[in-house]
């Protein structure tokens, strides 16, 4: 259970992380082309939804592990 919590943990950090990092900038003035795209939400419940069905397979794993 420590070992889950930590990949949580994390995950949670880095998937905080990341959308900091990602965030969408304002052009400065005077620039004509946008270079900036937004990361959309559906994109991030892709991720998210994929690292949480990595996690369950992992947890799966170990646990089919320990049991044997």
């Known amino acids: 259970m420590n070992n889950?919590?930590?990949?949580?943990?994390?995950?949670?950090?880095l998937?905080?992380?990341?959308?900091?990092?990602?965030?969408a900038q304002v052009p400065p003035p005077g620039n004509t082309t946008p270079s900036a795209v937004p990361i959309?939400?559906?994109v991030i419940s892709i991720v998210g939804a994929s690292?949480?069905?990595?996690?369950?397979?992992?947890?799966?794993?170990?646990?089919a592990k320990?049991?044997?």
């Open 40 to 42: 959309d939400g559906g």
């Open 15 to 23: 998937m905080v992380g990341f959308a900091y990092i990602t965030n």
């Open 51 to 63: 690292i949480a069905y990595g996690a369950k397979k992992l947890y799966d794993k170990n646990k």
């Open 4 to 13: 889950l919590n930590k990949i949580l943990g994390l995950t949670f950090l």
């Open 66 to 68: 320990k049991g044997e």
